[in-house]
C-alpha cells in the first residue's frame, strides 16, 4: 500500500473528494476506502492510465453509478445507467441474469486513441459457472470484453481486448477475484488477481463501435438476451494497456481498497 498522505490532515487527495462529493458518500469507512484507492493508484503511476473506474460504493444504484475518474452525471462523463433488475449493496452490484445490465457508455472505438494499447477490468465476488458475458461490446465479430468461467465453455475464461481473437484461461477453477484483459501491441493478457494466467500474440483488429455494458454484452448496440450476468462485481475499469508490473500493481491497490470495506474474496 502506498504511504497516504493525507491520511495525517483534514483534507482527502481532491479526486477522491470530488467523487466523495458527487455521490454522496458519507461514511468514513467509505470515504478513506476511496481516498486509499485514488492515493495509491497515483503512486503506482497508473491513475493517469484509467479512463473510467467504477467502485461501487455507497450501496445504491446513485452511488454505484459513478465514474471515480470524472464524476459528472453525463454520458459523456461514462457514468452507468442501469436497466432491468439489479440489485445494490455494500457488496456492490449484481444483475438478475434476466434483463439486468449497465451502460457504461464508452464506445472504445471513440475513446482509444489507438487500437492495440487498453484494458478492462472487474472483480468478480461470487463463484459461478454461467452463460454470461461480464463486460463488453462488440460489432458481431470484433470484441473488447471479458467473460469469466464460461459455463458453455468448459468453465474457462476470456479475454477479446479490440480483437476477433481471443485469449483463455482454461478452465478456470473458480470466479473469484480481479480479472484484467489487457492489451500492449500485440500482447494480448488475462490476469486473475496478481498472477497471468493466460497470454497470446494476435494483432488488433477493430474497435468495437458501440458501449460497453456491464452485467451484459452490448451487441450492435442491444444487449444480448441470453448473455445477463448475475454475478456480484466490486469493481471495475477501463483504461490504456498494463504492463505486468502494473496489473500486479493495481490488483493490490483494489483488493486493499476491497478488503476496507470487508468485501474482499
Do not use: C
Not at 86 to 106: A, L, P, R
Not at 219 to 238: M, R, T
Request: hydrophobic share 35%.
Amino acid at each position: 500500500m502506498i504511504i497516504n498522505p493525507y491520511v495525517f490532515g483534514a483534507a482527502f487527495d481532491p479526486d477522491a473528494q470530488a467523487f466523495i462529493t458527487a455521490a454522496g458518500i458519507t461514511d468514513n469507512t467509505q470515504k478513506t476506502a476511496i481516498n486509499t484507492l485514488v492515493v495509491d493508484m497515483k503512486g503506482y503511476g497508473i491513475w493517469t492510465k484509467m479512463k473510467a473506474i467504477y467502485p461501487f460504493v455507497g450501496g445504491t444504484a446513485t452511488t454505484h453509478k459513478w465514474n471515480l475518474k470524472d464524476p459528472r452525471d453525463l454520458d459523456a462523463a461514462f457514468r452507468i445507467a442501469f436497466a432491468g433488475g439489479f440489485t445494490h449493496d455494500s457488496n456492490g452490484i449484481q444483475g438478475n441474469g434476466v434483463n439486468g445490465y449497465g451502460d457504461t457508455f464508452f464506445n472504445p472505438n471513440t475513446q482509444f486513441s489507438v487500437i492495440d494499447n487498453a484494458h478492462l477490468s472487474v472483480y468478480s465476488r461470487l463463484n459461478q459457472s454461467q452463460t454470461d458475458v461480464d463486460f463488453g461490446s462488440t460489432n458481431g465479430s470484433d470484441v473488447f470484453a471479458l467473460t469469466i468461467r464460461r459455463a458453455d465453455l468448459s468453465n474457462n475464461t476470456y479475454t477479446f481486448v479490440n480483437s476477433s481473437n481471443f485469449t483463455a484461461y482454461t478452465p478456470d477453477p473458480n470466479s473469484l477475484g480481479l480479472y484484467i484483459g489487457n492489451r500492449i501491441g500485440t500482447a494480448q493478457k488475462l490476469f486473475k488477481n496478481s498472477s497471468l494466467v493466460a497470454n497470446s500474440t494476435n494483432a488488433a483488429t477493430v474497435r468495437p463501435n458501440f458501449t460497453i455494458f456491464i452485467a451484459g454484452y452490448n451487441v450492435g448496440g442491444l444487449p444480448n438476451s441470453g448473455l445477463y450476468s448475475n454475478k456480484q462485481y466490486a469493481f471495475a475499469s477501463i483504461g490504456d494497456g498494463l504492463t505486468d508490473t502494473e496489473a500486479g500493481n493495481f490488483y493490490t491497490a483494489v483488493q486493499n481498497f476491497n478488503t476496507t470495506l470487508t468485501r474482499n474474496v
